[in-house]
């Protein structure tokens, strides 16, 4: 993929994020409460999800806007984490990846708390300040 194909298909992307985060918002808070139980927990449970729903569609515009902006930068297809190449494979599948699959399933299992202590945070080849 070229850069102006890869910038194409981030900005395509990033742009269906911003409209379908316009009707999200358009959306929440029209459900009113009506005092049943069961009723209100099901339009609570629906905020709940609306919200979910935002916030995932956030992160991803967020990644897709660094995504661009390390393409500006010239280091695109390179890992935040350990400073290697992204196989172009995983590009191709999720253009907006600044990891590769390894650092992608440390930061994920470090997030859920479950990260083992064999693949503790490398400090060697790292790009990012502490
Ligand atoms: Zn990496």
């Known amino acids: 993929m070229t850069q ?17 985060l316009g009707d999200a918002h358009g959306l929440a808070g029209r ?3 009506s005092g049943e139980l069961v009723d209100d927990a099901q339009v609570i449970e629906l905020r709940e999800d609306r919200q979910l729903s935002h916030a995932r569609l956030a992160r ?7 995504a661009l902006g390390n393409l500006h930068a010239g280091t695109y297809g390179v890992c935040d984490e350990c400073g290697k190449a992204i196989p172009a ?8 990846a600044t990891t590769c699959i390894r ?14 202590a ?5 400090t060697v080849g790292r790009r990012r300040g502490p």
């Open 31 to 33: 459900d009113e409460l």
């Open 89 to 96: 494979k995983r590009l191709r599948a999720l253009p907006s």
């Open 60 to 66: 991803r515009a967020k990644a897709l806007l660094v």
């Open 118 to 122: 064999t693949i503790a945070r490398r």
């Open 4 to 20: 102006v194909h890869v910038e194409r298909l981030l900005r395509q992307e990033l742009g269906l994020i911003v409209v379908r």
């Open 103 to 116: 650092c992608q399933a440390w930061r994920e299992a470090t997030v859920r708390g479950t990260a083992p």
